[in-house]
Structures are given as structure tokens and as C-alpha cells.
């Protein structure tokens, strides 16, 4: 049938001729098809209306209705029945007009059962590849409904997030924001995709990451980049991104995602709040108990109470352990609340630098190692910067470097210009960090423990104190170790600040 062709073919003969109808039933039959006979037009006719077929073979001349008349009627009834019209020898005008007015083939009579079975395997064929062709269609309308479903789902999806989303084109336009993105960073609603990503942003930075990512100046790095930066009311804002990448990992675009961190933020405030209140409430009896402690034990070394010396030597350690640790608390406080010791002023780093090598060369010494200082021959340029605060950036690193280095070993700090930058090295050759707690050494209370650094007391602030002083210089700090060979902390400071955010 013709709905499907590896079905029997129903084809239907419609001559006057008995002889004919018959032979071309016996032919017919023996290629697999179904026939029907008619020996009228109008009998043909009814069985069409009956009879689902795919081929008529229609004699042009017959009595009555004649077949001219015939194919057109078979044609406003069923465009796809292929019609094959039967004409005699001289009829050739008449096969020329019956293709004219849709039949599809024509065969001449008498014909050879060879010339009949030519021209309905021809016929069946096309029935095939039209049928084919039907489906691929069917198939293709399909793949498009389910891509317009899945493309109207996932639009869903990002429409409903709760984060911002945008994604931009390699140029850097915006293909799709979500309405979470522009209620975040307060768009006018007006302003529909298609712009460049700077005309939808004004915040300079986050502007300057997207175009970054969009045109491929993250493809290579495993890292998400981060931008945080403050919106009106108070509102704060994280946006982190990816490159949207083609299949041979060209860049075609960036997908950026934002997330309000107010409530984190102010939640850490809290906590920086509530830290420096009670290490303040701590510090002042710690101290004093600290100095009656000494009291009493110099009292007890005259009259030569060796054991209760020993207990309370032991004790007046562990206040001392405290008070250093809410001082480094208090410090980390007030550098992230912004609050500085002194005015920044115009520094020399060599300065700071001899005098901090100069103060810790006998701790150095009293483990029996080398700290040298390496100055470049020029000056450098000077910064400005909060003296206290630079002291305790660089005290904190040199001192980190003489306890986690073995006695004799050797500490140097460098100290150069390295393009717009101040670049300072503390370089040993101690115990260095295996590289999994690398990125962990800056968080506060982080400390590794392993078999060289268990019995070295401290309290995990030294370098998120670090740190926090680089970020407010608006400098970056880096560090390179290798375990058993030794450990470089690299700091660079710019010399002309850069307005930070
Ligand atoms: P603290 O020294 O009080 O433990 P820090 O925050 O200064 O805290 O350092 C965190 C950890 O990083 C230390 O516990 C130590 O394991 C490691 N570390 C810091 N500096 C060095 C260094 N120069 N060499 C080896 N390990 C270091």
C-alpha cells in the first residue's frame, strides 16, 4: 500500500478489454502485487473510493466514460495514486496530454509483460523513495520539535535561577541574560540582549571580566576568574565565569554568573567583629596574669622551689601563646576593617627591610642560620604604605621562614623592581610545604602538621595577616616550595596604587 511500500502493492487496472485485464492480473500477481479489476471508468472510480490503491492503469479508450475524463477525476480524488495511462500506437498526442494532466507514466499497446513489468517497478519505486522521503521529513519535523523543546526547557531553567546568568558571543555581546542578572545589577528593562555587554554594565571590572573570558584570554587555565564588587544599597556581588568553548576549544563566548554575597559578607564582618571584641576583652587579664606569673617565679627562683618553677614556667608559655595569639587576632581585624597603625606614608622597602632582617638576625643566629639581605644596586622606588603594617608583612614572612627552616639553614630576602611592582622574596631552605596545603596556608587557623613542624608553636594567623596586608596594598603574594628543599614567598607591591574596588 501506499503508506508502506513493503507492503502489497495494491494496483488497479481499469480496460475494457478482458484479455488485457487478465494478463496483466497474471503479470502482476507474479511481482508481489495485489490487482483489481474494473472494465468501466465509473467502475474503476467506485473502487477507488473503496479500495486504498497506489497505481491505476488506465485505458485511454474505452465506452463510455473515457479516460481523459477518468484521470481527472482519479486526480481530484487522490493526488498520490500514481495513474500509468494504456494508449494504442497512434496515441502518442494522447499519452503526451494524459502526463500533461498528472499521469505519471504511460505504457503503449500491445505491450510486452517485460515493458509492463519496467514500467511498474519504475512506479513502485518512486512509491518507495516518495514514501522515504515522507518519513525523513517526519523525522527531521520531529528532531526540530524536541530541539525547540529542549531549547525552551533550558531557556526555563536560567529564566527561573535565582543567579544572575549571561552569556556573550566572542565579541563580547550579549546573547542571553536572565531576568535574576538584571534585577541583580538593576538593568532597565527595556534593554533586550544583542548590546555589547559594556553598554548592559557600568562596573568597570566585571565589564572587563567578561570581555576577557569572551575573547579567549581564559581558555587555558583551569581556574574560574572571580570578580567581587559592591552595588547601590550596600549590596555585594560575586561574579565568576567560563569560557563557552567550540570543539576544537576555541573560544566562542563566556557564560558569567552572579551571586549576591551580601549576607556572607556581612556575616564575616560579624564574625571579624566579634573576634576582635573578645580577643580585647581577653588580652588585658591574660596580660596580667602573664606579668604576676613572672613575679611570682622570680620570687620562686630565690628561694629555689624548683618543681613549682617548672608548672609555672610552663603556664606563663601558654599565656604567652595566648597573647600572641589575640594579638595576631586584633591584627587581622583591624587590617580587614581597613583600619591602619599609623598614616600611610612614603616608605623606602630597602629601609623596612634592613631593619627587619637586622631585629630578627638573632632569633636567626640563635638557631645557627644565615639571614642575608639582597638589595638591588639602584634605589628603589618608594610606596606608600602604613609602616606598622609593612613590618608585620615582612616580619611575619622572615619569621615563618627562620621557624620552618632547620638549624643552619639559610634565609635570604631580595628585594628588586619588577616592572610596575616592588617584588620582595623570602627564600629559604627549610622544611618547604607540600603542594595540597599550598592554597590552604593562607586560610586563618590553617597550620600543617606533619613530623618537622607538630612540636613549632603558632597560631595559623601569621599569613592570612600576610595576606589581608598585600589585598590592601592592592599587591599580590605568591609562594613556590618544594618539601625537604625549602620554601620562596614572593610578594609584589605596586608602586602607584591602583584604586581598588
Ligand atoms: P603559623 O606560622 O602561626 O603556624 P602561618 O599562617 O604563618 O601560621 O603559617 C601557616 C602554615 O604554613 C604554618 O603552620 C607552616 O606549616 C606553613 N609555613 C608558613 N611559612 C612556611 C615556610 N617558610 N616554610 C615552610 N612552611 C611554612
Redesign the pocket.
Known sequence: MADNPSNLINILIIDDEKDIRDGVERILTRMNCSVLKASRGDEGLKTLEKEKVAIVLLDMKMPGMDGMEVLRLIREMNETILVIVITGFATVETAIEAMKRGAYDFIPKPFEPDQLRIVINRAIEKIRLTHEAAMLEKERQQTLFDLDTEKSRIRTIIESLPNGVVVTNSQGQVVLMNPAFRKLLDLKTDLGPGKHICDYVAEKGLCDLIMDISKGKHVDFDDIPTYEFAVSDNRYLLARGQPVLGEKRECMGAVVNIVDITSMKVLDQLKSEFVAKVSHELRSPLSTIHEQLAVVLKDMVEEDLQADQEILSRAKEKTMGLISLIGDLLDLSRIEAGITSQEPTSIRIEQVLKNITDFLDAKAKSKEQTLTLELPKEPLPSITADPVALESLFG??IT??I???QNGGSIKVKADLAGINIRVA?I?N????KEK?LDK??ERF???KDEK?RF?T???????I?KSIVDSLGGMIDVE?TPGE??T?TVLLPIQRQTTT
Not at 430 to 433: A, L, N, S, V
Not at 458 to 464: D, E, F, I, V
Open positions: 611575619n614572612l615563618n621562614a621557624h620552618y627552616t623570602v629559604d627549610g622544611f618547604g610545604i596545603y596556608i593562607f590553617y597550620r600543617v613542624t613549632i603558632g597560631t595559623g594567623l601569621g599569613l592570612p600576610v616550595s625549602g620554601s614567598f
